[in-house]
């Protein structure tokens, strides 16, 4: 991953996640992690942080739109995808699969104990209550969907595209049966 696009990612997740920087200085970047083999990562990195100085904010309702509009954003990325048929534009497969593994990555700290509609009746929200009482589970899902991604950005040829971009898309829709109300 660049630089820009590392900075970026830090920056999407500080906001995504309801967070803000105390520190009147820039923090080192962190480590995005690049392999689901270990949600432990994701928790190290939500450590991270925390020491950078971020601390939870109380806008829940501007989490769950921002959650909700990027879930929208990756879903609208693989419907141009699939428009596309079994022999996608390259160049879309490469840029998307990087886009929707930054999302991925991002909607990992979109979903605190703070958010859980049970705590807030006054959020329209589709998540289940499965994404709370589950978390660890709904965890794994979304990193898994995001290495799908991630092999959809570092594909070395057009030769099984379509196959990730359906397999991409499998997985949300496996995630959204058991996370997702109807």
């Known amino acids: ?35 689901s083999a270990d949600l432990k990562v994701l928790q190290e990195l939500k450590a991270e942080l925390a020491e950078m100085g971020a601390t939870p904010q109380q806008d829940i309702p501007t989490m769950v739109r921002a959650r909700q509009a ?17 022999k996608p534009d390259y160049l879309s497969v490469l840029v998307t699969g990087s886009d929707l593994s930054a999302m991925l990555t991002a909607q990992t700290f979109m ?6 509609p049970a705590d807030h ?11 709370w009482s589950d978390h660890e589970n709904f965890l794994a899902q979304l990193v898994a969907v995001r290495e799908m991604a991630e092999k959809m950005s570092n594909a070395a040829s057009v030769d099984g595209m379509a196959k990730l971009t359906k397999d991409v898309r499998a997985a949300c829709q496996a995630c959204h049966v058991a996370y997702l109300k109807n």
């Open 1 to 35: 991953m660049n630089k820009m696009l590392g900075a970026a990612l830090a920056g999407v997740i500080l906001a995504s996640a309801g967070l803000a920087v105390a520190q009147s200085t820039p923090p080192a970047q962190p480590t995005i992690p690049q392999s």
């Open 70 to 86: 990027m879930m929208q954003a990756m879903d609208n990325n693989l419907i141009v995808l699939e428009r596309q048929g079994d």
């Open 111 to 116: 979903f605190p104990p703070a958010s859980n």
């Open 121 to 131: 009746p006054e959020i329209e929200s589709v998540a289940k209550p499965e994404v």
